[in-house]
């Protein structure tokens, strides 16, 4: 019997962009994950955003941290030797805070930053090698549930886990639980949890914090079309795209979007596909989760921690939150 032959289409069709974009834009209404967001353009980008007076979220983070960090480490080491591992560290800008109050505590500290991307752990660790040479850095280039995992293998001490920089928003309220539940695991009773979460505030403020004057955050949401275009031959034109912040008040999320600005047929050629856009139809690229005091508490509860300590700036718009794995 002869074999029959099929079109193949290349291997690209079987990676997780091709993948993640070939399901997000045949959904009603079509999707795309965050993720696709952090090419080396978007963390740029990011780390913009990140500068921006509208975004307040990491100023704010950082003050907080500057201000309580050497009780706060106190507080998760309870008199024992403290290590710290951080869940998407990216270039650890806001650690040095908290590194530099574990060796005033206790002369020294292993940290081990967890990031996919091995260039921003590099740049970490060359940073706070220099700044900071008691700190031994041992960087894990992993997702967070791996990275956690390799970390498991005991040594002596108490760990800290840092998850900062309100980065628990991007997940819906039940995928928020599986990654702390999934921290959770990796920990014995009594290692801590170091959680940034975002405040409920002002519609104002937070829709400016998402669509700024100066239009970063625009850049930022429609690069994810621009790495479409070089990584699937697509021929998206971002100008025809509008960025969209609104507030979704059912969910306490900011939610991004892209507006198609008319009818519109777009190529994919590395998938050999095309897609249609209506005019004024959406691509739904982002949640940002914000929290309530009673909110971020049940989810740590629900995940196996009991809070210790909470630490909140003068306008309780950010919430730093200290639990320890019960
Ligand atoms: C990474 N994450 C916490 C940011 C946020 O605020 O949700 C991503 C971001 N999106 C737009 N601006 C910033």
């Not at 921003?120 to 031994?136: C, G």
């Not at 004057?213 to 031959?233: H, P, S």
Request: a negative charge.
């Amino acid at each position: 019997m002869s074999a029959i032959s099929l079109p193949k289409l290349p291997a690209i069709a079987s990676s997780p962009v091709a993948v993640e974009v070939l399901n997000g834009l045949t959904e009603r209404p079509k999707t795309l994950s965050p993720w696709l967001f952090y090419d080396q353009k978007g963390s740029q980008l990011f780390e913009e955003i990140t500068e921006l007076p509208e975004y307040y979220v990491t100023r704010t983070e950082r003050q907080i941290l500057a201000e309580h960090a050497e009780e706060i480490v106190t507080a998760a080491a309870g008199g024992r030797d403290l290590s710290m591992i951080e869940l998407g560290a990216g270039t650890a800008t806001k650690t040095g805070l908290l590194l530099n109050a574990a060796v005033g505590l206790q002369g020294s500290v292993i940290y081990y930053p967890i990031d996919v991307s091995e260039s921003a752990l590099e740049e970490a660790r060359t940073r706070l090698e220099a700044e900071l040479p008691e700190v031994i850095v041992e960087p894990i280039v992993a997702d967070y549930t791996e990275g956690m995992r390799q970390n498991s293998a005991s040594h002596p001490g108490r760990k800290l886990v840092l998850y900062i920089g309100s980065s628990i928003g991007n997940f819906s309220p039940a995928d928020a639980l599986e990654v702390l539940r999934g921290v959770r695991a990796q920990l014995l009773p009594g290692d801590c949890l170091l959680l940034g979460t975002d405040m409920v505030k002002d519609v104002d403020t937070l829709l400016a914090a998402y669509d700024d004057a100066a239009g970063v955050t625009a850049r930022f949401n429609k690069n994810i079309l621009v790495r479409i275009n070089r990584e699937l031959d697509a021929n998206f034109n971002p100008k025809l795209f509008r960025h969209r912040a609104r507030w979704n008040e059912e969910h306490k999320r900011i939610e991004m979007h892209l507006e198609s600005l008319l009818a519109q047929k777009i190529a994919l050629r590395a998938l050999d596909t095309q897609v249609r856009f209506a005019l004024g139809e959406t691509i739904h690229t982002e949640n940002s989760y914000k929290f309530t005091h009673e909110r971020a508490t049940a989810l740590l509860t629900r995940a196996g921690f009991k809070l210790r300590q909470q630490w909140t700036d003068a306008n309780h718009w950010f919430t730093v939150y200290l639990a320890a794995a019960c």
